[in-house]
């Protein structure tokens, strides 16, 4: 059975820019989260889709944002790109949204570098 | 506010040598605590939910333990292949799961 799988897995950026990141959840799962793991800062809570929804969103600012797709995929999208969003972004699928996340599956992430 | 602190950042032990790492929590009403593992440049890779104090749940030579304000993960004979960062995660009542910073664990033979 194929895991998360996420892309691109490497990717470099200027300031301002805009980017996109996918992620594709195991066969099934419904939930899609993001998370962003700065150097130093542990993994950050970006935004949670169910069933196509967006059901919850962390403390990041409205240039962070995304939408899940009929397939349950999900796209990261990030505008006006900043130094500090070098990062890497982690995609996680689950078969049980909130309240019951349970066990997260995560894809090997996505490493941004903005210069 | 919610909050989980992870102990000690980094820990260092030799192959056989048995210890303990920490995650204490503050947060309003525990739904779950979970502790996951990551290699470098991969994500996160599931190890255990824990839901109430006192409950246990073991895996090769992990063991976990939870009580009301902090939970351990105990490392029985360690060898190389369990150096990884270790992370260690709650879910608040209204279902957003917190990441501690986690504890890089080197194993040396």
């Known amino acids: 059975e194929a895991g998360v799988t996420q892309s691109p897995t490497h990717l470099i950026k200027t300031r301002g820019q805009q980017v996109t990141l996918r992620c594709s959840p195991i066969?099934?799962?419904?939930?899609v989260y993001w998370y962003q793991q700065a150097l130093g800062l542990g993994l950050q809570f970006l935004l949670w889709y169910d069933e196509g929804e967006e059901r919850n969103r962390g403390n990041f600012p409205p240039r962070f944002s995304g939408r899940q797709f009929p397939n349950y995929s999900s796209e990261l999208n990030v505008n006006a790109l900043e130094l500090e969003d070098s990062a890497l972004y982690l995609c996680?699928?689950?078969?049980?949204?909130?309240?019951?996340?349970?066990?997260?599956?995560f894809g090997e992430g996505s490493r941004l570098t903005v210069l | 506010e919610d909050q989980v602190t992870q102990s000690p950042e980094a820990l260092r032990l030799q192959e056989g040598e048995s210890s303990s790492l920490n995650c204490s929590y503050t947060?309003?009403?525990?739904?779950?605590l979970f502790w996951y593992r990551q290699d470098p440049g991969k994500g996160p890779e599931f190890l255990f939910t824990?839901?109430?104090a006192g409950e246990e749940k073991e895996k090769e030579r992990l063991k976990a333990t939870l009580t009301k304000k902090e939970s351990f993960l105990h490392i029985t004979a360690p060898k190389p292949e369990d150096s990884a960062t270790y992370l260690c995660?709650?879910?608040?009542?209204?279902?957003?799961?917190?990441f501690g910073q986690g504890t890089e664990l080197s194993v040396k033979p």
């Open positions: 995660a709650v879910q608040n009542q209204g279902g957003k799961l917190i």
């Open positions: 066969s099934g799962h419904t939930s």
């Open positions: 824990l839901y109430s």
């Open positions: 947060v309003s009403g525990l739904r779950g």
């Open positions: 996680a699928s689950s078969l049980d949204p909130a309240p019951a996340i349970g066990e997260l599956f």
